[in-house]
């Protein structure tokens, strides 16, 4: 009679059982035979034996199955856990490498912006050739309305009109 013990994952299928077999591989069979979900998870697994709390290594492993133990004797099988470390080495890269790209990306959001037209204005330079009154709303290439006088435009007060050259002179754009 032995005592056949499970851990982890297997646990789901049996706990402890006790058979009356001489050797631990009829036993393992005889519960192999009987359940196949435990069949399918005992052969997905990496597994670790311990005979009478001593441990099993894989040359002596035909040797342990098939000798002959003392009635009472208690088997013990427990699935090996392996590859934890990579997967949480590589959780952390993960994690690291998000973090990076957002803190680039608020960086390049808030340092590399670009000028409005009231700033480009002021540097001397003018480059927009379809609206420079003080805020350009317009995109290029769309219909500018013509403004003469003061108008209101949407929440912003439009009163410098257009001008569709890069004169730098006044006088010259409004002849």
């Not at 993960?94 to 960086?107: E, G, K, N, Q, R």
């Not at 379809?130 to 500018?144: D, F, H, I, L, M």
């Amino acid at each position: 009679m032995l005592i056949f013990r499970f851990a982890g994952n297997l646990r789901r299928h049996f706990r402890q059982v006790t058979l009356t077999v001489d050797t631990t591989s009829q036993g393992l069979r005889l519960l192999l035979a009987q359940c196949p979900e435990f069949k399918r998870d005992f052969y997905k697994s990496k597994i670790r034996i311990r005979i009478d709390g001593n441990d099993v290594s894989s040359d002596t492993l035909n040797f342990h199955m098939d000798r002959h133990l003392r009635d009472g004797a208690t088997v013990l099988f427990v699935p090996v856990v392996e590859g934890a470390i990579t997967a949480v080495a590589a959780a952390w890269i993960m994690v690291a490498v998000t973090v990076a790209s957002v803190a680039y990306s608020l960086y390049m959001t808030s340092n590399m912006k670009t000028k409005t037209s009231a700033e480009s204005a002021q540097s001397g330079s003018i480059t927009n050739n379809s609206y420079t009154s003080a805020e350009n709303k317009v995109g290029q290439g769309r219909p500018v309305p013509l403004l003469l006088g003061e108008m209101v435009v949407g929440s912003n007060v439009g009163s410098l009109g257009i001008d569709t050259s890069n004169n730098k002179d006044w006088n010259i754009s409004i002849s």
